[in-house]
């Protein structure tokens, strides 16, 4: 458990590193994913004419 010494807070390595990482990455992850792969359709569609 974080301990204040002097007046400021002091943690063990262990504990600084605790955090999670929560949906926030994952939807980040999700919504780049998906733009690029929009993005790759986008350029085949306007350099290969959708295979027409």
């Known amino acids: 458990m974080a301990?204040?010494?002097?007046?400021?807070v002091v943690e063990?390595?262990?504990e600084a590193r605790g955090a999670?990482?929560?949906p926030t990455v994952?939807?980040?992850?999700?919504?780049?994913?998906g733009?690029?792969?929009a993005a790759f359709v986008v350029v085949y569609i306007v350099y290969f004419g959708g295979g027409q």
């Open 3 to 8: 301990k204040i010494e002097n007046g400021r």
């Open 12 to 14: 063990t390595s262990r």
């Open 20 to 22: 999670e990482r929560g």
């Open 26 to 33: 994952r939807n980040v992850l999700i919504a780049g994913t």
């Open 35 to 37: 733009l690029v792969i």
